[in-house]
């Protein structure tokens, strides 16, 4: 890997990911079929639409939905979905959107549910010319909330199934369907970056959006799969908002090879090896003065743990948050799951390291916490400052 290391030659940092599959990195380490797939349909010329049929069956025989397609990202799928939902089929209303003609664009979400993945959720419906309506209060939603919101203005509601959502207190998918069925709502499920590909629908949602770019492997893109004839008034907003969503050729074919390996990735081997970081990671940091590491189950079921490192910073003479900024500027940089550190702790997913990474990321926070030791002061930088100075970088872009 090292050898063929474009980053450096281009000016780039070499960064190593153990935050995640984070677009700000560049997502993930794509699989050899889809960059294989890419090059090669690259330099034809294909019929874009067939291509998409194509990548249907696939998208339908992984997901168990009756009909799929490619679109730009998952965030494209939540706004395509949510126009389906508000034009149907009609042409000329897909072409006026974001207006709407009438006022049957109401978009039920909890409000556990309203995140950020580096943009609003509900800018995403409010794009496509959806009116979000919020039932419930951040950590509470019954099932009052969801029948009462429900009128004939309601397009469709939303499902938002992530670590960030509130993971207590919100309504089950299964319950959510249940009640939105029953007065003819369909349900839109948000599944960007969740390895389950068949449970939603099983669950009993319309439509399911996954990012091609996250445990996949694949390019960057969304998946769109569900109910045939959702799938395909989804697909005919291509025509318009969609245009500013588009993907090319290689895109949909790097995913259809994405999905194709993902049937036959040694998925046990890959966890066995993740375990194995973890236990390096766990084994040489615990006990560690002021340092606490504990290996945690993913929060909404995917097949993988990660690292949680708990620093006491009187004892480690640095905060969480000190050592997470040292090691981001470090040499090689190493970018940690840094979300809730003001916590006092921070993960480190192993899902996104080449072979050898893990040995570094070892090292790097072995000097920095021999270093923090040394030192007569704690390194104590305030969160307010963090905090304040947390957009200046990219204010300041492209400088
Ligand atoms: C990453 C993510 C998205 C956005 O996915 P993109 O494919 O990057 O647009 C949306 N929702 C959730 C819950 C996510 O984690």
């Not at 990548?55 to 990202?73: C, D, H, N, Q, Y």
């Not at 943009?119 to 909330?145: E, F, M, W």
């Not at 099983?202 to 399911?208: K, M, N, R, S, T």
């Amino acid at each position: 890997m090292p050898n063929e290391d474009i980053r450096p030659s281009v000016g780039l940092r070499p960064v190593i990911n153990v935050s995640g599959t984070m677009t700000s990195l560049g997502a993930s380490i794509v699989v050899t079929q889809a960059i294989a797939a890419m090059g090669s349909i690259l330099p034809q010329f294909v019929e874009i639409n067939d291509l998409q049929r194509k990548a249907s069956t696939v998208i339908a025989r992984l997901t168990g939905g009756e009909a799929g397609f490619v679109t730009a990202s998952c965030s494209a799928g939540i706004s395509l979905a949510v126009a389906a939902a508000i034009t149907g089929n009609d042409l000329a209303a897909i072409e006026r959107l974001p207006e709407v003609r009438g006022d049957k664009n109401e978009v039920i979400v909890q409000m556990g549910h309203v995140v950020s993945y580096g943009a609003p959720v509900d800018q995403a419906v409010r794009l496509a010319g959806g009116k979000v309506v919020l039932i419930g209060q951040a950590t509470s939603t019954y099932r009052h909330h969801l029948e009462g919101a429900i009128t004939e203005k309601t397009a469709a509601a939303l499902y938002v199934v992530s670590h960030h959502v509130v993971n207590y207190g919100m309504l089950s998918l299964k319950e959510f369907c249940e009640i939105a069925h029953a007065k003819g709502v369909p349900v839109i499920v948000d599944a960007a970056s969740e390895y389950d590909l068949r449970i939603f629908l099983e669950q009993g949602a319309d439509l399911v959006l996954y990012s091609g770019h996250k445990f996949l492997g694949g390019p960057t893109s969304g998946i769109v799969a569900g109910r045939k004839d959702m799938v395909r008034n989804t697909f005919l907003q291509n025509l318009g908002i969609g245009r500013g969503m588009k993907v090319g050729k290689e895109s949909i074919f790097g995913v259809m090879a994405a999905l194709e390996a993902w049937e036959t990735r040694d998925h046990a081997g890959i966890r066995q090896r993740e375990a194995g970081y973890l236990r390096l990671w766990r084994d040489r940091f615990d006990g560690r003065p002021g340092v606490k590491a504990m290996i945690e189950p993913d929060p909404t079921n995917n097949p993988l743990d990660r690292l949680r490192l708990t620093i006491d910073q009187r004892e480690a003479h640095i905060t969480a948050w000190d050592l997470a900024d040292a090691l981001a500027r470090g040499n090689p940089p190493i970018i940690v799951r840094d979300h809730e550190v003001e916590h006092n702790y921070f993960y480190l997913d192993p899902c996104n390291l080449h072979p050898g990474e893990e040995v570094i990321v070892t090292a790097r926070i072995g000097e920095e916490l021999d270093r923090a030791q040394a030192s007569n002061e704690i390194i104590a930088t305030s969160l307010e400052d963090r905090s304040r100075r947390r957009f200046d970088g990219l204010l300041r872009w492209p400088d």
